[in-house]
């Protein structure tokens, strides 16, 4: 326990909320409702900031649009995982100078976790003069200040100090879905995974208390939420920075007994901290959907260790066959990145048989891109592009025909499924472990539970008729 985790005072998000209701009065003056659009990159976790900012935006006043034309404020939400997902905020960041050029009042942010490494906001201040914020993930909660030095002060305003991180609640949110939530149990990560940027940019673990998540639960599932995906980089280690005496297999029972028929998910599980206990509390309640996502990231215990995550082959796999045994239907899928520098063709070859061996029913695959900063860049890596290729080809198309089996392995079945929404002619519907199901009926039924018998299936989905009961 180290009970360091900062909680922004009530004095503070107050002060914001002053914020909020002055930019309301700047718009109001000149008799314009303001508009804005919020673009997001990236995880969960910023699907979830994002909600927060287009709160701050909506409580300030603004309509929220799906474009960046004629927007009077823009933000981009950024992530920072791989070079590829950077080099498409610093294009996208580009194009917009063309819209703000039609429309000069334009206001253009960068946030999200792009916004915690100095090297991308040195090129910001040099290269990308049309973007008048900058604010790191630190400072999301004074979007609103931020906000209004832009519009009152005319100059630039940088929000980028590093920091361990805070916890700040009750921000203005602004939900997406109202039958599906996210709610973020926990910010940032302790383990620096030697390839990964997530730790330097969100700083440390910081657990939130569980009568706060409770009680935003209680309020969702009031309200109608139907499906409560509980959020954090490894959510298995929740609540080791309180004193509550709470751990997350303790949470997740405690909500559980909320009154109501809803679901729980959660994600991520970090395979080292996943324990019996929090199988066991899965398998214990039909609220607690029987789906899993473990990333093992290698299936060999010398580049396990080289990522610094703190389990072998052997330990994963023992997890996975116990949570497998309590839970005979789970659902599992994980994160695997190829070419980690050094990676050999035989602990390629060893990446590939744990996948034969586990059957995931899907994978997110990636190439191992070098983050500046992380040990990992300055690794020694050569391995060419093109072999990192084909290791990658091959990886895919082992777990697509996996997918496949297990996907036609469904036909005839029956699950419980929650009806979601409408895609062209069909309802879709989401089955326990989380797989996409299209069937025809009335829209009526959309946000209950139905019993869908599986008729036909895809690599990546799955189609099936409403049983009758
Ligand atoms: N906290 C989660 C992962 C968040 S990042 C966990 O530990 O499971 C999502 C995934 O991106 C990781 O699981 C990893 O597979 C991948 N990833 C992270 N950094 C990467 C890098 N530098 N190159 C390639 N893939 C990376
Ligand atoms: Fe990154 Fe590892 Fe933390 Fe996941 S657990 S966010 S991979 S450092
Ligand atoms: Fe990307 Fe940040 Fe999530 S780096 S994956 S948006 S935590």
Redesign the pocket.
């Given at each position: 326990m180290n009970n360091q985790t900062t909680v922004i005072s009530q004095d503070k998000l107050d002060a914001q909320l002053a914020y909020c209701n002055k930019i309301n009065d700047l718009w109001r003056s000149r008799g314009i409702t303001p508009t804005a659009y919020v673009e997001t990159y990236g995880?969960q976790q910023n699907e979830a900031d994002s909600e927060k900012l287009r709160g701050i935006l909506c409580e300030s006043g603004y309509a929220i649009t799906d474009t960046a034309e004629n927007a009077d404020v823009v933000v981009m939400n950024t992530c920072a995982?791989?070079e590829h997902a950077e080099q498409r905020v610093f294009g996208n960041l580009g194009a917009l100078t063309h819209t703000k050029r039609r429309h000069p009042g334009q206001k253009i942010f960068l946030c999200g976790c792009m916004a915690g490494q100095t090297v991308v906001t040195d090129r910001i201040k040099k290269s990308y003069p049309h973007v008048d914020g900058v604010f790191s993930t630190h400072h999301l909660w004074q979007f609103a200040e931020i906000l209004y030095r832009v519009l009152t002060a005319g100059k630039r305003v940088f929000y980028i100090e590093d920091e361990p991180g805070s916890i700040a609640e009750g921000l203005p949110q602004m939900r997406d879905h109202t039958l599906k939530a996210w709610v973020s149990i926990m910010y940032g990560?302790n383990?620096f995974?030697t390839?990964?940027?997530?730790p330097y940019v969100r700083g440390r673990e910081r657990s939130r208390k569980s009568g706060d998540i409770l009680a935003e639960c209680r309020q969702l599932i009031e309200n109608g939420t139907r499906e409560i995906t509980l959020l954090g980089?490894?959510v298995n280690s929740y609540g080791k920075d309180l004193d509550e005496g709470v751990d997350f297999a303790d949470l997740l029972l405690k909500i559980a007994e909320i009154p109501g028929d809803f679901l729980i998910r959660f994600?991520?599980?970090?395979p080292r901290d996943a324990s019996q206990k929090l199988f066991d509390a899965m398998a214990s309640s039909p609220k607690i959907a029987k789906q899993l996502?473990?990333?093992f990231?290698s299936g060999s215990s010398r580049v396990l260790k080289a990522m610094n995550r703190h389990y072998d082959r052997e330990v994963y796999l023992q997890k996975v066959n116990y949570a497998k045994s309590v839970m005979p239907d789970l659902v599992l899928t994980s994160?695997?990145?190829v070419g980690f520098p050094g990676e050999t063709e035989e602990e390629f070859e060893e990446t590939i048989s744990l996948i034969q061996q586990v059957r995931y029913d899907s994978l997110?695959t990636?190439?191992?891109?070098?983050?500046p900063g992380?040990p990992?860049a300055k690794m020694e890596d050569l391995t060419p592009k093109e072999e990192k290729n084909r290791r990658f080809d091959k990886l895919c198309a082992v777990q697509n025909t996996i997918s496949e089996e297990i996907h036609s392995g469904y036909i005839g079945k029956t699950f419980r499924c929650l009806i979601d929404g409408t895609d062209k002619d069909f309802l879709t519907a989401r089955t326990e472990g989380g797989r996409l199901v299209r069937l025809q009926g009335d829209k009526a039924l959309i946000g209950t539970f139905q019993p869908v018998t599986i008729t036909g299936s895809t690599t990546w989905s799955l189609t099936g008729t409403l049983n009758k009961e």
């Open positions: 995880c995982i791989r990560c383990n995974c390839y990964c940027i997530v980089q490894n994600m991520t599980s970090h996502h473990l990333p990231q994160d695997v990145i997110f990636f190439i191992f891109s070098p983050r992380t990992a």
